[in-house]
C-alpha cells in the first residue's frame, strides 16, 4: 500500500531568509488538479516565557490564475531591480470597493 501523502502534497521547496522561511508547496486536489501555497513563516520570541512560536501567512494560488500571478511578480521584481515601471496589459483596479455606491444595494426592511 502506497503512503498517504501529507494534504495531498507532491512537491515542496522551502526558502530560509532570516527569521522567517518561505514554503512553496505544490498541492493536488482529489480531483487530480494542482494548486500552490505560499507560506510565509516567522519565528517570534515570547519575552514572558522565553519559548518560540511561529507567525505562518499563506497565499492559495490556483492554475486559472498561474500566468497572471507570475507576470505580476516578475514585473514588480523588475520594477524594484531597475527602477522601470512595468506595463501591465490588464491593469488592477485597487480602489474598485472603494469607489462603488451603495445606491446599487437595496434593502428589505420588515417591521
Do not use: C, W
Amino acid at each position: 500500500m502506497e503512503p498517504t501523502r501529507e494534504r495531498d502534497e507532491v512537491y515542496s521547496k522551502a526558502v530560509k531568509a532570516g527569521k522567517r522561511t518561505y514554503f512553496f508547496d505544490v498541492k493536488e486536489t482529489k480531483s487530480g488538479d494542482k494548486y500552490l501555497t505560499i507560506t510565509e513563516s516567522k519565528r517570534k520570541f515570547n519575552n514572558e516565557d522565553g519559548s518560540f512560536s511561529y507567525e505562518k501567512h499563506k497565499i492559495f494560488l490556483y492554475k486559472e490564475d498561474h500566468e497572471k500571478f507570475v507576470k505580476a511578480l516578475q514585473g514588480v521584481v523588475s520594477y524594484i531591480e531597475t527602477g522601470i515601471e512595468p506595463v501591465f496589459e490588464e491593469e488592477i483596479d485597487n480602489t474598485s470597493f472603494l469607489t462603488s455606491s451603495f445606491e446599487d444595494f437595496s434593502f428589505d426592511i420588515k417591521d
